[in-house]
T-cell receptor
Framework: DADVTQTPRNRITKTGKRIMLECSQT?????MYWYRQDPGLGLQLIYY???????NKGEISDGYSVSRQAQAKFSLSLESAIPNQTALYFC?????????????FGPGTRLTVL | RKEVEQDPGPFNVPEGATVAFNCTYS??????FFWYRQDCRKEPKLLMS???SGNEDGRFTAQLNRASQYISLLIRDSKLSDSATYLC???????????FGKGTSLLVTP
């Protein structure tokens, strides 16, 4: 079984709908991250969490919120989806400081907002 | 200016060729450097970390030049399975997160 899983893997939704993307990990890592990737662009950090009580905004957090329900679970919500949020979303984990340790990515969620 | 910039690519090379990718970064305080590999529509995976003295892993060699803020990846004896996008990654100001380049696409042909 994969160490970092994401659900759903694909989602098509309409403008204005609320969407939740879920991430679970069995690696026992404290740190979790949400990124989005757009065609031709690098990954951009949305939010990151060092533990269940610590949530931090990344470079593109507007329009998104997160919840760290447990060490192993980190959810990303789009309160009111808009078409420019169409992207590939990745969850990642790391054992220590994200800037120095390897990050392990989930398989991604492909989100389309019509 | 983008924090991490890479060769635009794509690189199309025959099997057995040697290919080099370059990357520059803007934050002189960066301490950690990586190359990740991403197959089409899949998640990035760590290929190798990049150390100050340079390091090698089989057919892959990474070099770091801090003075020029430049990172390179050399792939020798290219295989068809090397076809992928290679992401240059540098830790950001906060130290917590990573800054990803846009990636360089490599296609190895028979």
């Amino acid at each position: 079984d994969a160490d970092v899983t994401q659900t759903p893997r694909n989602r098509i939704t309409k403008t204005g709908k609320r969407i939740m993307l879920e991430c679970s990990q069995t690696k026992g890592h404290d740190r979790m991250y949400w990124y989005r990737q757009d065609p031709g662009l690098g990954l951009q950090l949305i939010y990151y969490s060092f533990d269940v009580k610590d949530i931090n905004k990344g470079e593109i957090s507007d329009g998104y919120s997160v919840s760290r329900q447990a060490q192993a679970k980190f959810s990303l919500s789009l309160e009111s989806a808009i078409p420019n949020q169409t992207a590939l979303y990745f969850c990642a984990t790391s054992v220590g400081t994200g800037g120095t340790d390897t990050q392990y990515f989930g398989p991604g969620t492909r989100l389309t907002v019509l | 200016r983008k924090e991490v910039e890479q060769d635009p690519g794509p690189f199309n090379v025959p099997e057995g060729a040697t290919v080099a990718f370059n990357c520059t970064y803007s934050n002189s305080a960066s301490q950690s450097f990586f190359w990740y590999r991403q197959d089409c529509r899949k998640e990035p995976k760590l290929l190798m970390s990049v150390y100050s003295s340079g390091n090698e892993d089989g057919r892959f060699t990474a070099q770091l030049n801090r003075a020029s803020q430049y990172i390179s990846l050399l792939i020798r004896d290219s295989k068809l399975s090397d076809s992928a996008t290679y992401l240059c990654v540098v830790n950001g100001d906060s130290g917590y997160a990573l800054n990803f380049g846009k990636g360089t696409s490599l296609l190895v042909t028979p």
